[in-house]
């Protein structure tokens, strides 16, 4: 069965650094997102992405955040410079011509010091 | 702004006994509500679905309930099995136009063998 997939697993930087997580969402899949959980919280929007371009994006998505699809299957969330607030689970998620149904990674659990 | 409240926050059930989680949706517009299931250090996982139109669900021993005019949905889990236990998140779709979805606290459920 095809699944997201997201590297890496873990990621520990240090606050001001930037950091890249790299999500392979399921092949035929047009629309792209990424959530975050901070630990012990619900799972919140980041952003979509269709067509190259951002959909919808959350308060949370400040400047200091970007997303990209490099190429025809990887797309990619960048922080510029981490805050310690930023330590959370990343989840990448995709979903098909329909829209409705989204399909979550195993998410990259990033560490700020 | 848009909410999903989730009930209750930690529910434990011997094994066999069934298992519901409520959530209540803030957007009259959402119209999709899936159930996930994340199990420890893994991603959510899509368990059920129920779209607008439709008030009841069911997949083997799990079942959702969908109340528009009182904006509920509930989780039913019959026959439960120590497998089961997990952290289970309801989400609503966002508004009109939005394909974003809003998620519920989660809810922390151990089957007791």
């Known amino acids: 069965e095809p699944e997201v997939t997201q590297t890496p697993s873990h990621q520990v930087t240090q606050m001001g650094q930037e950091v890249i997580l790299r999500c392979v969402p399921i092949?035929?899949?047009?629309?792209f997102y990424w959530y975050r959980q901070i630990l012990g919280q619900k799972v919140e929007f980041l952003v979509s992405?269709?067509?190259?371009?951002?959909?919808?994006k959350s308060e949370i998505f400040d400047d200091q955040f970007s997303v990209e699809r490099p190429d025809g299957s990887n797309f990619t969330l960048k922080i510029r410079s981490t805050k310690l607030e930023d330590s959370a689970m990343y989840f990448c998620?995709?979903?098909?011509?329909?829209?409705?149904?989204?399909?979550f990674g195993p998410g990259t659990r990033l560490l700020v010091l | 702004g848009e909410n999903v409240e989730q009930h209750p926050s930690t529910l434990s059930v011997q094994e066999g006994d069934s298992a519901v989680i409520k959530c209540t949706y803030s957007?009259?517009?959402?119209?999709?509500f899936p159930w996930y299931k994340q199990e420890l250090g893994k991603g959510p996982q899509l368990i059920i679905d129920?779209?607008?139109?439709?008030g009841e669900k069911k997949d083997q021993r799990i079942a959702v309930t969908l109340n528009k005019t009182a904006k509920h949905f509930s989780l039913h889990i019959t026959e439960t099995q120590p497998e089961d236990s997990a952290v289970y998140f309801c989400?609503?779709?966002?508004?009109?136009?939005?394909?974003?979805?809003?998620f519920g606290t989660g809810t922390r459920l151990k089957v007791l063998a």
């Open positions: 989400a609503a779709s966002g508004s009109s136009g939005t394909y974003k979805y809003i």
């Open positions: 092949s035929n899949h047009l629309y």
């Open positions: 129920i779209r607008s139109n439709v």
């Open positions: 992405f269709y067509n190259n371009e951002i959909s919808e």
């Open positions: 957007d009259s517009a959402s119209n999709y």
């Open positions: 998620a995709s979903s098909g011509g329909g829209r409705e149904t989204q399909y």
